[in-house]
């Protein structure tokens, strides 16, 4: 029987004196699949940054893996890529074999140098993720797609049992959005995740998430996709009528 990984109760934040997100309430079981949509400026990517722990709410609580967020052992179960991270300083000398071992800093502490045991993650992470032949590479080197599974390669090189995405294909062209989502469906089977993916795209969201939670600073639905279209959740989130482009649509 699934548990939940994520339970969040009435989480509430605001920027300056604008409220951002009201009241959000919602769990997740492990094994979930979970795309988050709304519209632009909604709070989509401010939840997930609270969830991440980057982000501390005005209000309401967090729990993961059944204790509160602010557990620091739990820190490293969680995975998150934030929003455009191909758009880093491409000047920047790291290789691609650095970067992901970057990822361990939070089990290894700042001073503890990487081991053997590290190393074999990080080569095992990028064979992975079809990167083994790219380690000493510097990562301002290669393609959008390329640079995008770097930096998940570094959030899952720690085993995280939760991955956070935020609009994980933003910048990166057609054939790769569509290479990413079929790693996404391997990774899930390989590592037993639990995904929470923030994301624009809908249509992609219909057919990829097994739930969906539709948020514009309140959280308007939040179950199956079915479910999702049978109600008039689209025209209270987002204020006028929405097309939904499914894949294949032109």
Known sequence: MSHPVLELDKITFYYG??????????????????GIVGPNGSGKSTLLKII??????????????????????????IGYVAQNVTSFNHAFPATVGETVIAGLTGSLGLLRRPGQRE???????????????????????????????VFIARALVAEPALLLLDEPTIGVDVDAKEKFYGLLAALRREHDLTLLMVSHDLGVVARLAQSIACLNSK??????????WTEDVLCQAYGAAVRILHHGDH
Not at 120 to 142: M, N, Q, S
């Open 52 to 77: 991440a722990g980057l982000l501390k709410p005005a209000a309401g609580s967090v729990r993961i893996f059944g204790a509160a967020r602010e557990n620091s052992r739990r820190q490293t179960r």
């Open 119 to 149: 190393k074999r993650l990080v080569e095992e992470t990028l064979a992975g993720v079809g990167l083994a032949d790219l380690r000493d590479r510097l990562v301002g080197e290669l393609s959008g797609g390329q640079q995008q599974r």
């Open 219 to 228: 959280l308007y639905f939040h179950g199956p996709p079915a479910e999702f």
């Open 17 to 34: 004196d604008r409220l951002v997100l009201d009241q959000v309430s919602l769990s997740v079981c492990s094994g979930d699949f979970l």
